[in-house]
């Protein structure tokens, strides 16, 4: 691979040399202006929660759907009293009886919601139906009378102020438009409706708020809830850690002759000489103060045309394996000018790594979703099997009033296998929102997946899916993929790099000009991030944006600042329920969901930064089957799902002891062990991921076995039977109790017992499927074992105590009759019933936690010939949080997933118990940056 790097730098260099002199010496001075870092953007913070009801504001899919910030549940999201997302606590509640002609409504008893909006801001409220089949329908603010329209009477310590609506709208969900210009609002069992209030006269403490609606027709009684509406939040800077890479090492002036670097320019007048094709419409350059001195080119889009920009790289002219990379970095600053945004399309902006064969054939219309097979003679279109790209593309400028309509979201139009539309997939960058006038860093990564049965005549094989793509913006990932399908032969490789590309919409031109500009391209075989300045540490703006002071320093550990408290959320703290003492169980309240054997797993999917997931109990200690998370967005834990209830401790009532569901379809409470995964949105899991429970064990007091498994949709809120089969193998509770995600083949590995046998639950079929007997083994301490996949290297790990000493294990996937190895470490680890391993695929390290080291953790290095020694360093905890750590009993099992690692912010997350101690992250001494 080296050599193919150094061919391609040597083919760019030689591109170079032909370049005459004359302006050498701008590019030299370009170079040596970095002196001074990006500027930090100090402007005031863009409004958050501004509902609009106009044509491009709210739909049943879309909080705002001129910037496609999507609802996590279709029809819209809200907050309950008790902060819960989806929640079932009503800050009021009202009726609408049936047949009873025009009336008014009118709802005390909000000053705790209006109060909550001054303090947090004013987000709206929602009106939903609890249950029932009745629909009620009220005025609108667009109604023709004024009196009937809705309004918020506030009383407060200063005087009564009638607040006027200033935006409504319903949610259907038997359309995608936006129906908020109506004159009624409907309200239904699937159709919800968002409310918003002016609360600019509301001034000191709040004594009472009243809604005040007017119903205009009726079909039956109709019982709602008003909820606080619970918008996306709107970023114009991404929010986490900011990963330094190889611009921040060695300087943005030494990137060019960089060994790791395959190009490296400005605008200069030389360096435009060197891409393989220029042109850019009506080019301007300058030179970039904020930039240090770089000249950036100013591209235009006029009404003559839909392009602007069409700049490549063109690494290799012929196809062919081993002619180019297979994986690159591309970075470049972008500035959109005031002007960019179009009211009559989108714009594909930037461009990307990519690969248009003109010379390839065509792929089978069956190799791809999009329901039409190709024209021929359009082989260098991507998504052949040959060809692929992924380019940048900014929604189309509303016409209306909506209030964040000068700002532009950031997706990508992508071109791969398996695309659903014909004209490219949109993927959508997180919810971040490019300001124009402001510069901002961004960076791809593409990764191509490898080719399994490569027929050597056609040199065409199986596409397997393992190719990364992933997007930072100002040194912050926001997106990243894992299981793509970029092509089907190993010939196609990375052809451009980069393609610089600026095109307006689909076929609809221009109708005035657009401006934007460019500036210091990068193509690198490792990760390039920000620039800094002078060795100094200064942050882009979305470091400064979203800079945390409870985010831990390498090395240390920390307390988070949690808002409340485990036990805050308990559904029963007087613990006299079925599903807690008052059944008969050992649990006070909701410790045993968490104490008793029972593990978390962390979902990235979740919200910005992600959250914990909590769910256990079973067995005599809780009948209490609820769904709970830690939200690192909002540091708050929150409980997702009511127990089910009443439960019967003995299993004799309210249970299928086949499948080990309640009547309510959902899952009985069990030890959940290290058997918790995430299912990702694009294996098959909901918008925000999906709870795995892949087998269910000591179920309720008869410490039922349950081989099938169940999944929770956290954006739908519902538990459902998963598999389609039982597990195959004998499912029983003692030895070792794992399962891990195995992203490359979309299977969820679980072992069970001595680990002697494997099985897995494959994500695409739903089916269990059992490897041989009586293979090598994992013969752990009951209770003890964890496992993790580590995809760089295609290996399970495991981590348990046996006869007495701590073990590593390793198992291959691609060869399950090996069974289980256990690994040669340099030094050994220090045993106990609570230990924890995790992953840090940015570290690429294994990180061993237990109670027993307590203010040490073991750095492991996996070898690169597994046999060898693997290297453990001990390292010191830092910081005074780990000394503090209240591990508590035996009782509490070992730690499972409650470590888990947090990609967002390179930090392990840990929650040792449910009393007292609270949550925690670990940030790994190691450095972050990769290469």
């Given amino acids: ?132 089949s009745g629909t009620a329908v009220f005025a609108s603010r667009e109604h023709d009378d004024p ?29 995608y438009k936006a129906t908020g210009t109506h004159k009624s609002l409907w309200v239904t069992s699937d159709r919800y409706a968002a409310l918003q209030f002016d609360l600019a006269d509301v001034k000191g403490p709040v004594r009472e708020a009243t809604l005040v609606l007017t119903t205009t027709k009726q079909y039956g009684l109709t019982n709602l809830d008003v909820m606080e509406l619970m918008p996306p939040p709107v970023l114009t800077a991404p929010h986490g850690e900011v990963e330094w890479g190889l611009a921040a090492e060695v300087g943005e002036q030494r990137l060019d002759g960089h060994p790791d670097v395959l190009f490296w320019g400005d605008f200069s007048p030389a360096k435009r000489k060197a891409y393989t094709h220029y042109w850019v419409r009506n080019a301007t350059y300058q030179r970039e103060p904020a930039l240090g001195g770089a000249i950036s080119v100013r591209g235009e889009f006029d009404p003559s045309d839909n392009g602007s920009m069409s700049t ?44 248009t064969w003109e010379n390839l054939n065509y792929q089978k219309e069956e190799d791809w979703g999009g329901g039409k097979k190709w024209k021929e003679g359009v082989g260098s279109d991507p998504c052949t099997g040959y060809g692929w790209s992924m380019r940048f593309v900014t929604n189309q400028k509303p016409a ?93 490789v990375i052809q451009d790099a980069p393609w610089l590309n600026a095109y307006h919409g689909g076929r609809r031109k221009p109708k005035t000009t657009h401006h934007y500009r460019v500036a210091n391209v990068v193509v690198a075989k490792r990760y390039i991030g920000p620039m800094k300045a002078g060795g100094s540490d200064i942050r882009p703006v979305a470091a400064l944006a979203a800079n945390s002071s409870w985010l831990p320093e390498p090395g240390h550990m920390v307390k988070l600042p949690a808002q409340n408290s485990f036990y805050s959320v308990d559904p029963c703290p007087r613990s006299d329920c079925s599903y807690n003492r008052g059944g008969g169980f050992n649990s006070s309240g909701n410790r045993y969901v968490v104490d008793a054997f029972s593990g978390g797993v962390f979902n990235p999917w979740y919200s910005n930064y992600g959250a914990l997931v909590l769910h256990g109990g079973g067995h005599g200690d809780s009948g209490e089957n609820s769904v709970y998370v830690f939200d690192l967005d909002t540091m708050k834990f929150a409980r997702l799902t009511d127990p089910y209830e009443p439960v019967d401790k003995s299993a004799k009532r309210n249970i299928d002891r086949k499948y080990g569901e309640h009547p309510d379809g959902s899952p009985a ?11 990702p949105p694009e294996m098959g899991g909901g918008r925000q991921g999906s709870l795995l429970r892949p087998i269910s064990l000591a179920v309720l007091g008869p410490a039922l076995n349950i081989p099938w498994s169940h999944a929770y949709d956290f954006a739908e809120g519902r538990w459902s039977r998963y598999s389609k089969n039982a597990c195959p193998m004998r499912v029983h509770a003692s030895g070792v109790q794992m399962c891990a995600l195995d992203t490359r083949r979309k299977r969820v590995w679980h072992f ?104 040490d953790i073991y750095e492991i290095e996996i070898p690169a010939n597994l046999s060898a020694q693997w290297k453990v360093t001990w390292r010191p905890i830092l910081g005074e949080a780990a000394g503090t750590l209240d591990w508590g009993g035996r009782n509490s099992g070992g730690l499972y997933k409650r470590w888990d690692y947090v990609p967002a912010l390179k930090c392990f997350i840990f929650m040792p118990r449910a009393r007292e101690t609270g949550v925690y992250l670990y940030r790994p001494h190691a450095p972050t940056t990769k290469g």
């Fill in 752 to 855: 069970i017992g001595g680990a002697s046998q494997a099985c897995y639950l494959d994500l695409e079929t739903r089916e269990h499927v059992a490897g041989p007997t009586n293979r090598p083994g994992f013969g752990a301490t009951a209770d003890t074992a964890m496992m993790v996949y580590v995809p760089e290297r295609d290996l399970l790990v495991a981590s348990g105590t046996v006869k007495g000493k701590q073990r590593i294990g390793w198992f291959n996937p691609a060869k399950i009759e090996e069974g289980w190895r256990y690994a040669e470490l340099s030094q050994a680890l220090p045993a106990d019933y609570t230990t924890a391993i995790g992953w840090s695929p940015d570290t690429q390290r294994l990180y061993f936690y237990s109670r027993a080291s307590r203010t």
């Fill in 400 to 492: 209306d009033d909506n209030p964040y309509k000068e700002l532009a979201s950031l997706g990508v139009l992508a071109y791969w296998i398996g695309q659903k539309a014909y004209d490219g997939d949109y993927v959508r960058m997180g919810n971040l929102c490019l300001q124009t006038e402001r510069w901002y860093c961004i960076e791809q990564r593409v990764k191509l997946n490898s080719i399994s049965d490569v027929d050597p005549r056609t040199r065409e094989g199986t596409p397997n899916p393992d190719g990364v793509f992933e997007v930072w913006v100002d040194g912050v990932k926001v997106y990243s993929k894992t299981n793509i399908r970029w092509r089907k032969t190993p010939d196609s």
């Fill in 147 to 175: 009196a009937q329209r809705p309004r918020l009477v506030v009383e407060t310590s200063s005087g009564r102020i009638e607040c006027p609506c200033t935006a409504d709208v319903d949610l259907p969900r038997s359309t």
């Fill in 1 to 132: 691979m080296e050599e193919i790097y150094n061919a391609a730098r040597r083919e760019l260099q030689a591109l170079w040399n032909k370049v005459n002199d004359s302006g050498g010496a701008l590019a030299a001075a370009g170079r040596d202006a970095f002196a001074a870092p990006p500027a930090v953007d100090s402007r005031k913070p863009v409004p958050q929660g501004i509902l609009f009801d106009g044509a491009s504001g709210a739909t049943r899919d879309h909080w705002n759907a001129a910037l496609k910030l999507a609802w996590r549940r279709k029809g819209g999201d809200w907050r309950d009293a008790k902060g819960v997302p989806h929640g079932r606590y009503a800050y009021a509640v009202f009726s609408v009886p049936g047949n009873a002609g025009t009336q008014e409504i009118r709802v005390p008893g909000l000053a705790p919601l209006v109060e909550r909006w001054l303090a947090h801001g004013n987000t709206g409220l929602m009106l939903r139906p609890p249950g029932g």
């Fill in 669 to 679: 409470s069990a030890h959940t062990y290290d058997l918790l995964a995430i299912i």
């Fill in 312 to 355: 490549r790289m063109r690494l290799t002219k012929y196809p062919g394996e081993g002619r180019a990379p297979t994986e690159l970095y591309f970075r470049a600053y972008l500035y959109l000018e005031k002007d960019f945004l179009s009211e009559t399309d989108g714009i594909k902006i930037l461009g990307s790594l990519a690969a």
